[in-house]
């Protein structure tokens, strides 16, 4: 996986970098009990979702999920808010000459951080209407997209523009130049990892479980390749996501929603755009991918086929539960699917 266009200095020991994301972890508990606390006082709970993703009743969702209405929501604040808060933490240990580089570097960090802030407040933004609109579930998808968009966009034509990205990766063949096309395959990658997360955000621990071993993979493919700074905010974003992880288990005391969702993924997206890894995403996110090739087969099938479904409901994690694995098996199993072919994506990092 080589990688040209991002600088590899500064150099951070590895015993930092487990240091920043064990603070991560550690900072994200302590605030784990005033954030809940802060959640139920102001009723910020999930709605529960009753729609399919056609607009149709959600049986099997219901069944299943009955008892989660009103669990709060917009924990993924908690998951930004310790990355924000890591990345200040090193800033003062430079300052006072305690380390000689703080995670807050341009070359590495700057993009992630601006994706992580416009995405989170996006889908804060979502989550918010979802408490307290009522019939209204949260911003019009319409509305919602076209922010996404934006956001992709901006992103794309500072890559292309500034950065001089235009060229992809592939693996044992070296890099293929698609010049302007590197725009719409940025937005792409963005906004359909964003989504892809947001898709799989539908049982306790899954997302985040999942987030966490990607991260997890492409902290070790920056770190292989030079990309320190780097390698330490992916390690700093498992803390967070750890953190989150440890009380969103089942049962779940709180859920990620839109602005942990869409801020993760996004920056998923973005570091494998980064470190021009964008075919190695596709493993490192496998279960995202299937995901969200689950809703839009259904969706193709229910059209094409005279409302025929392919699942017994999707995302496919909801037609697992439809055969009576039971929540937890099911979040498990994925866990390891995904893990499995992380592995693997790591593997082709290194030798491709």
């Known amino acids: 996986m080589p990688i040209d266009f991002i600088p590899i200095r500064p150099d951070i020991p ?47 969702f219901r069944r299943f999920h009955k008892d989660k209405w009103g669990t709060p929501t917009m924990g993924g604040l908690l998951i930004w808010g310790s990355i924000f ?7 003062l240990l430079s300052l006072f000459g305690v380390v000689d580089n703080s995670l807050l570097q341009r070359g590495q960090v700057y993009i992630p951080l601006a994706g992580l802030l416009s995405l989170g407040i996006l889908g804060a933004i979502d989550d918010y209407i979802n408490v307290i609109g009522g019939k209204k579930k949260g911003l019009d998808w319409i509305v919602k997209l076209s922010f996404l968009l934006l956001i992709g966009v901006s992103g794309a034509l500072w890559f292309y523009f500034k950065l001089d990205y235009n060229s992809i990766y592939v693996p044992f063949f070296g890099s293929l130049i698609v010049g302007w096309w590197y725009i719409p395959i940025f937005v792409f990658i963005l906004v359909g ?7 799989t955000d539908g049982l306790d621990g899954l997302a985040g479980g999942l987030l ?19 390698a330490a905010f992916c390690a700093v ?27 993760m993924g996004g920056v998923l997206g973005i570091i494998a755009l980064m470190t021009d890894s964008v075919l190695i995403l596709p493993f490192v996110g496998f279960i995202f991918v299937i995901e969200m090739l689950s ?8 059209k094409l086929r005279g409302g025929k479904k392919v699942f017994r409901a999707a995302p496919i994690h909801h037609h697992f539960e439809a055969l009576d694995w039971g929540e937890s098996k ?21 030798v491709g």
């Open 14 to 60: 590895l015993g930092y970098i487990l240091g920043y994301a064990f603070f991560s972890f550690v900072s994200g508990l302590i605030l784990t009990k005033p954030f809940l606390m802060f959640l139920k006082k102001n009723r910020l709970g999930k709605q529960l979702r009753i729609e399919t993703i056609d607009g149709k009743e959600s049986s099997v």
């Open 85 to 91: 808060l890591t990345i200040f933490f090193s800033r």
């Open 193 to 199: 990892t964003a989504n892809a997360v947001n898709v």
């Open 212 to 230: 966490a071993i990607a991260f997890g993979s492409f902290a070790i493919l920056a770190y292989l390749n030079g990309l320190y700074v780097l």
């Open 237 to 263: 974003c498992v803390g967070a996501i750890a953190s989150f992880l440890w009380n969103n288990v089942p049962p779940a005391l709180f859920f990620m929603g839109d602005t942990g969702a869409l801020s």
């Open 295 to 302: 809703v839009i087969i259904q969706l193709t099938s229910k």
């Open 330 to 350: 099911v979040t498990m199993r994925l866990w390891i699917i995904g893990f499995f072919f992380a592995f693997l994506g790591i593997v082709v990092g290194i």
